[in-house]
């Protein structure tokens, strides 16, 4: 049972009581959203020329690109690429500006293509690939800091728990005072004092402005996709392929928020963490069809289902406090929720390409073109327990997401056994909502390779410079929050090493 010492009741008479605008608190479509926006990925030599492998073949990126490609191997090959990645993040909050650097190293993908001759007339050569891709590294860290008049995090715990409906007698019922325990976070806020119950709902535990906040994110995990594939060569003119893809989450962010107030009546300070764990298993089918309309000149088609995948969260949550002298009594300083468990299902973007390369003359190179359409506002939330909010959930993704057209293009030149690559991919802004954000990309690569008879190796460095947005909390007027406003610098080398059996 909370001890309270100082009465509240003077300075919370004009807080406003509000609902919060979802089910608990949180838009799944950013969810949705950032395990299904793919950069670049694949080998080196496909990284080098922007992603424009639509309709070319030879290359381990063809499993996961266009299986169509595989149809171009005359003998087997293995291939693997390490990725070395750097981000540069700068952040701006209520006027201040941070600035975070980080680094780290991954495996971009790792491939075995069998390769053998066709049993009739018709299929010269049928050929089988199983290869690993990180279709998105989710590495990302930043932090904010800045001093706010208008609003403190504990707003937006007033307006959860009123939002929740329970009784101050409820989330006495959901606390531990052993262990320090609640069994839901509006108890966790409660039971650290950060709300008090005001008349019919709850209002914050500290009114003093100004709130000096600060806070850190950090992302890691990846998603991963494994690529059983089968392309068929026919006559040297049509190849066509299939590709089965297994797709692996793993994901963590970590969230850090602190506040102090300066003028203070009843906190010095106080801090949030939370940790969010999520895992899933996914699969989707993919087809493609490579056309050579010239003897210089293939076109290329590819389509990829949407991947049905199967989620599971779990989130730690805690808060530390540090109160004022003769304010209130408590046992805990620190107090935490018990992790909560959440299992949906998330449904991604239809994806399908459409390219086309030109060899160059004397075969000194070629050149790569595609457009790449993707279905973000075909996004979805399942949850057989929670239909409609699910279904909610749905229909805002397909109310702030918008479908996109990607554009990709590569230019490979050769001599002798050396090679020269570069490449730009566009990626469209998929944000169907202007908050002044511009959250389009444009990544720039070049690379290098070598090629002999009995091995390869290539190089390839890819930058971008991109904006996003992140918000530490949310209140139901616009203008009591703010948003901390993104500046992000990436870029990645990969190399890939191969070698033919």
Known sequence: MKKLIL????????????????????????????????????????????????ALGGDASSSIVNPAGLG?????????????????????????????????????????????????????????GISYNTLVNFHNEHSYSGANQRSSMMDAFAEEANSSGATPTDLD??????????????????????????????????PSFPVNQQGSVSESG????????????????????????????????????????????????????????????????????????SRNINIGVNVTTPTV?????????SVQINQLPNTFETD???????????????????RANVGASYMLPKKIGMLSVQAEYVGYR??????????????????AISNYYKNVVNIKGGLELRKSSFRLRGGLNYMGDPINV????????????????????????????????FDSAYTPYSLSNAEDFDSSLISSKSGNLTFTIGTFF
Not at 309 to 317: M, N, P, Q, V
């Open 222 to 293: 990846n998603l991963g996709q494994l690529n059983l594939s089968y392309a068929a060569n026919l006559g040297d003119k049509t190849y066509l392929g299939a590709s089965l893809g297994l797709q692996t989450l793993n994901y963590n962010m970590v969230t850090y928020h602190y506040e102090n107030f300066p003028q203070g009546e009843i906190f010095e300070e106080f801090a949030i963490t939370d940790d969010l764990i999520v895992s899933g298993f996914g699969a989707n089918l993919s087809l493609g069809a490579i056309f050579k309309a």
């Open 309 to 317: 995948l199967g989620a599971k969260e779990t989130l730690y949550s």
């Open 72 to 128: 171009f191997y005359n003998r087997s090959e293995f291939s693997i690429s390490p990725v070395f990645r750097n981000l540069t993040t700068t952040s701006t909050y209520l006027g201040n500006t941070s600035s975070n650097k980080s680094s780290n190293f991954g495996l971009g993908q790792a491939s075995v293509v069998f390769s053998k001759p066709g049993r009739n007339g018709k299929i010269k050569r049928s050929n089988f």
């Open 434 to 465: 202007n908050d002044g954000v511009d959250r389009s990309k444009l990544i720039v690569s070049g690379g290098l390779g070598y090629r002999s008879p009995k091995f390869f190796i290539d190089a390839a460095y890819s930058a971008n410079t």
């Open 7 to 54: 009465s509240f009741t003077a300075f919370l008479s004009s807080v406003a009581l509000v609902q919060a605008q979802d089910v608990a608190g949180h838009f799944y479509g950013e969810d949705a959203f950032r395990f299904s926006q793919y950069s670049n990925y694949g080998s080196a030599r496909s990284l080098g020329m922007g992603g424009a492998f639509t």
């Open 378 to 395: 075909g996004m979805g939330i399942k949850n057989k327990d929670l239909s409609q909010w699910a279904d909610e959930q749905t229909n």
């Open 173 to 206: 019922n959901e606390f531990d005072p052993i262990t320090g325990y609640t069994d839901t976070r509006e108890s966790m806020y409660y039971q650290a004092y950060l709300i008090n119950p005001f008349e019919d709902g709850y209002v914050v535990g500290e």
């Open 332 to 350: 805990f300083s620190t107090i935490e929720s018990l992790p909560g468990d959440f299992n949906y299902k998330v449904s991604s973007p239809l």
